[in-house]
């Protein structure tokens, strides 16, 4: 029995490790013991501008629940927001959702991971054109290099459902009570994206490292939180670059911008740029300059010659 469970454990970890992101969103897992309370832990600060914070939770392995850190992850396109994975309960078992990207927050089981994901959708900050906002009432950014910030407490306060909870599945015996209200629904019909590739890799190390079990580390992780971003130096934004926007979700991004129609295509301005470094607009005149007075022709005198003229 004992090597059948771990030929199917292997099973499965050989199965996250192939699958893309988006296939294994739709792979769930059902356990019968709740997880472990959410651990206390503090937020790296955010190193620069583009990166998203994506909370710790349990996950589970071949030798039970293991703790998945924290990390700052790049946003995959404009606008991207990430719904937190959770835990519920469901004909007497616990199942795992996974986490997904979307232009909403959706609904995660009210379950409080801290730092703008109280339980109720994201105020931890905002998409404000191209660029992205943070919360600094419960972001913890580098004001060196992050210089996008606002600070709005009201909001945090209106978006906890269990204040100060730890309690990390929802429903069932013990579990947070909350019911997907009409802002969590609507997220639902968004087009979605799974994880991104370096939230699978990071994933899969927490899932290897033995330290991250909890029946190694008893609810306490060594590694909470990652330090470093995931994947900065190839994906998402770069510091004042562009972005790398995806062809399946522009639709959705035009529609978000401004209430901007779906045919709405971006200005080009490079065509004017050299109107306007000469400081004229297209329809300007040369103006007229007043005649000069006419000057006689200077008297050219007879060419030197010898041996040191050059011609």
């Given at each position: 029995?004992?090597?059948?469970r771990s030929m199917r454990w292997l099973w499965l970890a050989l199965l996250v490790w192939v699958?893309?992101?988006?296939?294994?969103?739709?792979?769930?897992?059902?356990?019968?013991?709740?997880?472990?309370?959410?651990?206390?832990?503090?937020?790296?600060?955010?190193?620069?501008?583009?990166?998203?914070?994506?909370?710790?939770?349990?996950a589970y392995g071949p030798e039970g629940y293991y703790w998945v850190p924290g990390a700052w992850v790049p946003a995959p396109y404009e606008g991207a927001l990430w719904t937190p994975p959770y835990w519920g309960w469901d004909g007497g078992l616990y199942m795992f959702h996974p986490g997904y990207w979307g232009l909403h927050v959706g609904y995660y089981g009210g379950i409080n991971y801290g730092f703008g994901y109280m339980g109720i959708g994201?105020?931890?900050?905002?998409?404000?054109?191209?660029?992205?906002?943070?919360?600094?009432a419960v972001m913890h950014v580098d004001r060196r290099f992050v210089?996008?910030?606002?600070?709005?407490?009201a909001i945090v306060e209106r978006s906890y459902v269990e204040r100060g909870s730890r309690v990390a599945y929802s429903g069932g015996p013990g579990g947070i009570r909350h019911m997907a209200n009409a802002q969590e629904r609507l997220a639902e019909r968004d087009q979605h994206m799974g994880r991104t590739s370096f939230q699978a890799q990071h994933m899969n190390m927490a899932m290897r490292d033995r330290s991250a079990y909890f029946n190694h580390n008893h609810g306490q992780p060594q590694n909470l939180a990652a330090q470093r971003p995931l994947g900065r130096q190839s994906y998402g934004a770069p510091a004042g670059g562009a972005w790398q926007r995806q062809p399946q979700y522009r639709q959705q991004q035009a529609q978000y911008r401004q209430g901007r129609p779906q045919n709405w295509q971006q200005p080009q301005y490079r065509q004017q740029q050299p109107q306007y470094r000469q400081g004229r607009p297209q329809n300007r005149q040369p103006q007229s300059r007043p005649q000069e007075q006419s000057r006689p022709a200077p008297q050219r005198g007879p060419e030197p010659r010898g041996d040191n003229w050059r011609r």
């Open positions: 029995m004992k090597h059948v699958l893309p992101a988006p296939s294994y969103a739709g792979v769930f897992i059902s356990v019968g013991f709740a997880p472990p309370p959410l651990p206390v832990y503090v937020q790296p600060p955010c190193p620069e501008p583009g990166l998203m914070w994506v909370p710790g939770y349990w994201f105020v931890g900050g905002r998409w404000y054109g191209h660029r992205f906002e943070y919360n600094t210089h996008d910030t606002y600070e709005d407490r």
